[in-house]
Nanobody, 124 residues
Framework: EVQLAESGGGLVQAGGSLRLSCEVS????????IGWFRQAPGKGREGVSCISRNTGSTYSAESVKGRFIISSDNAKNTVFLQMNNLNPGDTAVYYCAADQFDRLTIYDNHYDYWGQGTQVTVSS
């Protein structure tokens, strides 16, 4: 059974940084994509960034390019989202998810497995 577990959320002041982690377990092959998504109160879910476990290729939304960096430690089956220069608009619950077909997109309907989410709050 594929499972994902996020950690690293919290409260930070505007301009600060946080690093989220997503521990992945249960895959028996390496061809999958891990994506990060977020959902702010009263808003729909937004794709943030993704990385291919197999190739290491990444893709990020324009809204976070230059501020958020996605990376992975394959030996630890963990994907990271380094978030820099945070602003109150980044406040949301952040989820990691797995696409078992390794499509390297941030369309949430491409993702089959989801973590429980971690809250990120940015104060002004």
């Amino acid at each position: 059974e594929v499972q994902l577990a996020e950690s690293g959320g919290g409260l930070v002041q505007a301009g600060g940084s946080l690093r989220l982690s997503c521990e992945v377990s249960g895959f028996i092959y390496d061809d999958y994509t891990i994506g990060w998504f977020r959902q702010a109160p009263g808003k729909g879910r937004e794709g943030v960034s993704c990385i291919s476990r197999n190739t290491g290729s990444t893709y990020s939304a324009e809204s976070v390019k230059g501020r958020f960096i996605i990376s992975s430690d394959n030996a630890k089956n963990t994907v990271f989202l380094q978030m820099n220069n945070l602003n109150p608009g980044d406040t949301a619950v952040y989820y990691c998810a797995a696409d078992q077909f390794d499509r390297l997109t941030i369309y949430d309907n491409h993702y089959d497995y989801w973590g429980q989410g971690t809250q990120v709050t940015v104060s002004s």
